[in-house]
């Protein structure tokens, strides 16, 4: 995913920024626990296209650390 664009993407729930999980072509909200998919490259950004994160992986996502 191009950097510029996951740069300015946020959640369009809650507004916070993403984390691009490479190998399962999502993008996290750590906020509300969402995860939005990457269909060929593009985010779809629609909350009835996202998945609720389970326990585990809301567990691990707390472990995740982002750098500018």
Known sequence: MDKKLLDI?????CKSGLIFK???Q????KADGLAFPVRDGIPVMLEEEARALSFE???ALRQHVTHP
Do not use: M
Request: aromatic residues 0%; proline residues 7%; charged residues 35%.
């Open 9 to 13: 993407l946020v959640c369009p729930l």
């Open 22 to 24: 490479t190998e399962e």
């Open 26 to 29: 999502e993008l996290i909200c």
């Open 57 to 59: 992986e809301n567990e």
